[in-house]
């Protein structure tokens, strides 16, 4: 059964702190992986990965994927409180084309 | 970035009605809709996924009488909550593809907030 599992579950930091958020995933012929951020509403697209160790950048956002150890991280730089959310990692697998999501990080960064 | 949108926002109804929600591409043709279900502080659990003109297919474990799932247009694609109780409240999440070709990522819809008395 296809499986993703990010930690930590929750994460508190001080603004201008650095964060790394992990997900780890067990999927039968991988595809890509994605991350997404959710603010009480639906999740916003951050990153699609689909090769292993191409980061992907956006503003002060990266995420890289190791598919060999069928992991990825999100790293956000200078944490601001507008970066309070919870992050999802998304894997689909080549057949189906669905989405399995991991459970998520609650981010909250403090001012 | 393309537009997913959702009707209603937020619904409340009494235990055994049935309630419909909409999910509407709109400035793209959708070929493949998702359904995803929300519970509190938890991930998104997907329910079903449906193709334009055909019948849509659920996951292990959703009721597909429960959840009548109808994608009628490339741009629409609704879901009837039938017979609703409580244990229903949830976020109700659709998403939409335009393909299903590498880097034809899925768009979420802002969600709907179902409670049932």
């Known amino acids: 059964e296809d499986k993703v599992v990010q930690s930590p579950l929750s994460l508190v930091v001080h603004e201008g702190d650095t964060v790394t958020l992990n997900c780890s995933y067990e999927?039968?012929?991988?595809?890509?992986l994605l991350w997404y951020k959710q603010e009480k509403k639906a999740p916003t697209f951050l990153f699609m990965l689909?090769?292993?160790?191409i980061e992907k950048k956006s503003g002060r956002l990266s995420s890289i994927l190791d598919k060999k150890e069928l992991f990825s991280i999100l790293n956000i730089t200078a944490t601001q409180t507008g970066d309070s959310a919870v992050y999802l990692c998304?894997?689909?697998?080549?057949?189906?084309?669905?989405?399995?999501f991991g459970a998520g990080t609650i981010l909250r960064v403090k001012s | 970035g393309a537009v997913v949108s959702q009707h209603p926002s937020r619904v409340i109804c009494k235990s055994g009605t049935s309630v419909k929600i909409e999910c509407r591409s709109l400035?793209?043709?959708?070929?493949?809709m998702f359904w995803y279900r929300q519970f509190p502080k938890k991930s998104l659990m997907l329910m079903a996924t449906?193709?334009?003109?055909?019948?849509?297919?659920?996951e292990q474990g959703v009721e597909k009488d429960k959840f009548l799932i109808n994608h009628a247009s490339l741009t629409l694609s609704t879901l009837t909550v039938t017979s609703a109780h409580p244990e229903d409240s949830s976020f109700y999440i659709c998403?939409?593809?335009?393909?299903?070709?590498?880097?034809?990522?899925?768009?979420f819809g802002p969600g709907t907030r179902l409670t049932v008395l």
């Open positions: 400035d793209f043709q959708a070929t493949t």
């Open positions: 998304a894997v689909e697998a080549r057949y189906g084309n669905k989405l399995v």
């Open positions: 999927v039968t012929n991988f595809r890509s």
């Open positions: 449906s193709n334009e003109g055909s019948k849509a297919t659920y």
């Open positions: 998403s939409a593809r335009e393909g299903l070709a590498l880097g034809n990522e899925q768009f």
């Open positions: 689909t090769s292993s160790g």
